[in-house]
């Protein structure tokens, strides 16, 4: 088991942060008419980063999943505004675990956007389909489908097996994290291509599985950004005649912040290695993580924003973001409960 | 009357059996020695093993299998032992590490005073020269395990009339001295595991001073580290009835196994068992490629204190009145019971909690200080715990 980044890891960071320092433009979503940050998005799949998990032959990177992490890391620091977990996460591990040769190349070099339809529990979305002329055709709805509002592709999962369509009906939803779009999308007679496989359910665990280690990353790095600025403000800041930082309530509070950070990197650097090196670990691993990242985002999200004061409820500063952010990402996958019954359903089979 | 109570003495001293726990302890820790399996990363010139903390992963690894029984050499092995080799002489290194290491040799920290906890530089217990020797008075209070140790490691003032900082001095002295009083201290377990000790006058040579005179915050500041490393890093025994394993089976045995709620506070507590594991496992591993944790024990430290309170509320939801009252002598309702009552231990022994939060912030985060008003006066000058000092 190797927790530490190596070498290459590193600079893969260092890169990844130096590329959103320069061309990340967060606000011109939050506060402009862009769905996403277009530029910013050619410019990661330009480096390759789109398809870091796709097969080499596939036209991706054929790069791991602590390779991912540390991305996601960054994307998540930065709150980037750009589909990749829908498409290079949801939709690419999908198209993968299923064996998909057609969709992912254009989604590895990041020329088309995926998304994941699936019901808000994670089960499949309420779409039936129907062979009619030797192809298939989908009739129904996903609601909440993450960056349903931009995609090109749309890798759906139903109680028919999973398919891929190219065309929708859409409705952007407005969401709680404006930097994340969702979309209604509707189906109605959409001719979509069938993807086999013998075992359409655990596909669908796989596919979560791995999400669940990618969103922990984005939550990790939203985790140690909140840290970083809130510790900086706690030295500048000053009341009473003195930084705030020398305030018990507030270095504690950080430090708890600090505590919490260094756990949750802890549990993701063992998830994204399970998910690379021991697939059987991967299970137990990844519903662990979410299981203490949720909350713990959040938590220090809320934490941070106190500590910023009056600052930290306006909407120029950042702080609010990534608070927004904290609790979509604790609700995805059917929320807090549905991660605690699927821990301890996982725990029953180890003791 | 008096020949009765040699009669009786004699007696009892020949006939009541033996702490059967401690001789067990030192046979076990004399088998470790023999086997070459203690003391793993010490220097082989002083009975270590001279290997790499590899090996001593590997031997925790392994040994979290089981209860070692050796835990009184804790202090010794955590953070005298350890301090010694920093510091010592080679005489002292000599004389105390050998003994120590085989098990012959038990030892205690004599640092905190009834008016002396968090902040342990405001110690009163006095060392003044005469001549070649030093003469000690005072008193230390919740020392582990004083009552079965051959040698601590005591922190005294030598200088009251420098800053607290600056007049101390750390002495390692025999604890079967009559001039030392050891008064077993009642926890709130209802158990004894750590005493009140008082000095007497006792006389100490100028070979018992470790590291300088004067420096005595150093060797304190040094002894501290080790405590926070050995405390964080401290592997939870097997059988501990708050570990995660263990509820979740006590909860298969009450029936409480498919309650939604039990379930749902089972899985909390093992994530937060898992984060800190994992912690302390990449601690170790970015040791080894050559960043040591420097202040970040203090997060295993205050993470594992908040996972014991953690544990106490589970292991209520799930035993319920079980946890309340139970038949006299049913072991598996005492042992709860006795990890319920000992969790606020964690949070006190070793440095608070808070004291845990102010290190972090101070030497990791680099947030300001808190002002101080005491550093620069003479410490004869200040008010200490409850009390200006004699
Ligand atoms: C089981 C056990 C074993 C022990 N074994 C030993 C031993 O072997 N040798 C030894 O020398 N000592 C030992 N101790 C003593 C232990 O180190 C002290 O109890 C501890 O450092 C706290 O000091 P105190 O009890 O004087 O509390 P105080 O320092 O009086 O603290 C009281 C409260 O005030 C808070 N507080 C104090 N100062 C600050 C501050 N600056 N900022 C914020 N909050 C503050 C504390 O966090 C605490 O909540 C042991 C204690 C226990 C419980």
Same mark, same amino acid.
């Given at each position: 088991?190797?927790?530490?980044?190596?070498? *290459?890891?590193?600079?893969?960071?260092s890169?990844?942060?130096?590329?959103?320092?320069?061309?990340?433009?967060?606000?011109?979503?939050v506060?402009?008419?862009?769905?996403?940050d277009?530029a910013?998005?050619r410019?990661?799949a330009?480096?390759?980063?789109?398809?870091l998990?796709?097969?080499? *032959?596939?036209?991706?990177?054929?790069a791991?999943?602590?390779?991912?992490?540390?991305?996601l890391?960054?994307?998540g620091?930065?709150?980037?505004?750009?589909?990749?977990?829908a498409?290079?996460v949801l939709a690419?591990?999908?198209?993968?675990?299923?064996?998909?040769?057609?969709?992912l190349?254009?989604?590895a070099?990041?020329?088309?956007?995926?998304?994941?339809?699936?019901?808000?529990?994670?089960?499949?979305?309420p779409?039936?389909?129907?062979e009619?002329?030797?192809?298939w055709?989908?009739?129904?709805?996903?609601?909440?489908?993450?960056?349903g509002?931009?995609a090109d592709v749309?890798?759906?999962?139903?109680?028919d097996?999973w398919?891929?369509?190219?065309?929708?009906?859409r409705?952007?939803l407005?969401?709680?994290?404006?930097?994340?779009?969702q979309?209604?999308?509707?189906f109605?007679?959409?001719p979509?291509?069938?993807?086999?496989?013998?075992?359409?359910?655990?596909v669908?665990? *796989?596919?979560?599985?791995?999400?669940?280690?990618?969103?922990?990353?984005?939550q990790?790095?939203?985790?140690?950004?909140?840290?970083?600025?809130t510790?900086?403000?706690?030295?500048?800041?000053?009341?009473?005649?003195?930084?705030?930082?020398?305030?018990?309530?507030?270095?504690?509070?950080?430090?708890?912040?600090?505590?919490?950070?260094?756990?949750?990197?802890?549990?993701?650097?063992?998830?994204?290695w399970?998910?690379?090196h021991?697939?059987?670990?991967?299970?137990?691993?990844?519903?662990?993580?979410?299981?203490?990242t949720?909350?713990?985002y959040?938590?220090?999200a809320?934490s941070?924003?106190?500590?910023?004061?009056?600052?930290?409820?306006?909407?120029?500063?950042d702080?609010?973001?990534?608070?927004?952010?904290?609790?979509?990402?604790?609700?995805?996958?059917?929320g807090?409960?549905?991660?605690?019954?699927?821990?301890?359903?996982?725990?029953d089979?180890?003791? | 009357?008096?020949?009765?109570? *040699?009669?009786?003495?004699?007696?009892l001293?020949?006939?009541?059996?033996?702490?059967e726990?401690?001789?067990?302890?030192? @046979?076990?820790?004399?088998a470790?020695?023999?086997?070459?399996?203690?003391?793993?990363?010490w220097p082989?010139?002083?009975?270590?093993?001279?290997?790499?903390?590899?090996? /001593?992963?590997?031997?925790?690894?392994?040994?979290?299998?089981?209860?070692l029984?050796?835990?009184?050499?804790?202090?010794?092995?955590?953070?005298?032992?350890?301090?010694?080799?920093?510091?010592?002489?080679p005489?002292?290194?000599?004389?105390y590490?050998?003994?120590l290491?085989?098990?012959?040799?038990?030892w205690c920290?004599?640092?905190?005073?009834?008016?002396?906890?968090s902040?342990?530089?405001?110690?009163?217990?006095?060392?003044?020269?005469?001549?070649?020797?030093?003469?000690v008075?005072?008193?230390?209070?919740?020392?582990t395990?004083?009552?079965?140790?051959?040698?601590?490691?005591?922190?005294?003032r030598?200088?009251p009339?420098?800053?607290?900082?600056?007049?101390?001095?750390?002495?390692?002295?025999?604890?079967?001295?009559?001039?030392?009083?050891?008064?077993?201290?009642k926890?709130?377990?209802?158990r004894?595991?750590?005493?009140?000790?008082?000095?007497?006058?006792?006389?100490l040579?100028?070979?018992?001073?470790?590291?300088?005179?004067?420096?005595?915050?150093?060797?304190?500041?040094?002894?501290?580290?080790?405590?926070?490393?050995s405390i964080?890093?401290?592997v939870?025994?097997r059988?501990?009835p708050?570990?995660?394993a263990?509820?979740?089976?006590?909860?298969?045995?009450?029936?409480r196994?498919?309650?939604?709620v039990?379930?749902?506070?089972?899985?909390?507590?093992?994530?937060?068992?898992?984060?800190?594991?994992l912690?302390?496992?990449?601690l @170790?591993q970015?040791?080894?490629?050559?960043?040591?944790?420097?202040?970040r024990g203090?997060?295993?430290?205050?993470?594992?204190?908040?996972l /014991?309170? /953690?544990a106490?509320?589970?292991?209520?939801l799930?035993?319920?009145?079980?946890?309340?009252?139970w038949?006299?002598?049913?072991?598996?309702?005492?042992?709860?019971?006795?990890?319920i009552?000992?969790t606020?231990?964690?949070?006190?022994?070793?440095?608070?909690?808070q004291?845990?939060?102010?290190?972090?912030?101070?030497?990791?985060?680099?947030?300001? @200080?808190?002002?101080?008003?005491?550093?620069?006066v003479?410490?004869?000058?200040?008010r200490?715990?409850?009390?200006?000092?004699?």
């Open positions: 088991m190797q927790l530490v980044l190596d070498t *290459e890891q590193q600079q893969l960071r890169t990844v942060r130096k590329l959103l320092a320069d061309h990340n433009n967060v606000r011109s979503v506060d402009g008419d862009d769905a996403y277009a910013l998005w410019h990661l330009e480096l390759g980063l789109t398809g998990v796709v097969p080499e *032959e596939l036209g991706g990177a054929g791991g999943h602590v390779e991912r992490a540390v991305v890391e960054e994307l620091r930065a709150l980037a505004p750009v589909p990749f977990f498409s290079a690419v591990d999908a198209l993968v675990a299923l064996g998909d040769t057609q969709v190349p254009a989604l070099a990041g020329e088309k956007i995926g998304a994941l339809a699936v019901s808000p529990e994670w089960g499949p979305a779409v039936s389909a129907t009619r002329d030797g192809g055709v989908l009739d129904g709805h996903a609601p909440f489908v993450i960056s509002d931009v749309f890798v759906v999962y139903s109680a097996g398919f891929v369509a190219e065309d929708a009906r409705t952007p407005t969401t709680l994290d404006p930097t994340r779009g979309a209604k999308l509707e109605a007679a959409t979509a291509r069938r993807l086999d496989t013998a075992d359409p359910a655990a669908l665990e *796989e596919v979560r599985d791995l999400a669940s280690v990618a969103l922990a990353a984005e990790v790095g939203g985790i140690a950004k909140v840290l970083e600025t510790v900086e403000y706690a030295k500048v800041r000053v009341q009473f005649g003195r930084a705030i930082g020398s305030y018990q309530a507030v270095k504690h509070a950080c430090a708890d912040l600090y505590s919490t950070s260094e756990r949750a990197e802890s549990l993701l650097r063992h998830a994204a399970a998910a690379d021991d697939r059987e670990a991967l299970p137990l691993a990844a519903a662990t993580t979410q299981v203490f949720g909350p713990a959040f938590a220090a809320a941070g924003l106190q500590l910023h004061g009056g600052i930290g409820y306006t909407w120029e500063h702080a609010h973001l990534y608070y927004k952010r904290a609790k979509s990402c604790e609700l995805l996958f059917g807090h409960d549905e991660q605690l019954a699927r821990l301890a359903g996982r725990l089979g180890v003791s | 009357m008096s020949e009765f109570r *040699e009669k009786v003495r004699a007696w001293a020949e006939n009541v059996p033996g702490d726990e401690l001789a067990t302890a030192k @046979r076990f820790q004399a470790l020695y023999d086997a070459g399996l203690a003391g793993i990363t082989k010139e002083f009975g270590g093993q001279g290997l790499t903390s590899a090996e /001593q992963q590997v031997f925790d690894q392994e040994s979290a299998r089981y209860d029984p050796n835990s009184v050499f804790r202090i010794g092995m955590g953070m005298c032992g350890p301090t010694i080799l920093d510091l010592g002489t005489e002292q290194k000599a004389r590490i050998p003994p290491l085989r098990g012959d040799e038990i920290q004599l640092f905190s005073e009834p008016g002396a906890g902040d342990v530089a405001s110690l009163q217990t006095r060392a003044v020269r005469d001549g070649d020797e030093w003469v008075n005072g008193q230390k209070v919740w020392t395990v004083a009552h079965l140790a051959d040698f601590g490691a005591l922190l005294a030598t200088d009339d420098v800053p607290k900082h600056q007049g101390l001095t750390m002495f390692l002295i025999d604890m079967h001295d009559p001039a030392v009083t050891v008064r077993p201290l926890d709130m377990t209802g004894a595991p750590f005493n009140e000790v008082y000095f007497e006058n006792l006389r040579p100028a070979d018992a001073v470790l590291g300088q005179v004067g420096q005595g915050w150093l060797a304190a500041v040094t002894m501290l580290g080790h405590e926070r490393v964080g890093g401290f939870r025994k059988h501990d708050l570990a995660h263990n509820l979740a089976e006590t909860a298969r045995r009450y029936g196994d498919a309650d939604p039990v379930r749902a506070e089972l899985a909390k507590l093992y994530a937060a068992e898992r984060a800190l594991a912690f302390n496992v990449r @170790r970015e040791a080894e490629a050559g960043s040591p944790p420097g202040a203090s997060v295993a430290k205050l993470a594992g204190a908040q /014991q309170q /953690q106490v509320a589970v292991a209520g799930i035993a319920g009145p079980r946890a309340t009252a038949e006299p002598g049913d072991a598996a309702g005492e042992e709860l019971a006795l990890a009552n000992q606020p231990s964690s949070s006190i022994a070793g440095g608070t909690d004291i845990q939060r102010t290190i972090i912030g101070d030497r990791i985060l680099g947030l300001p @200080r808190e002002p101080v008003v005491d550093r620069d003479p410490f004869r000058e200040l200490v715990g409850t009390q200006r000092p004699a």
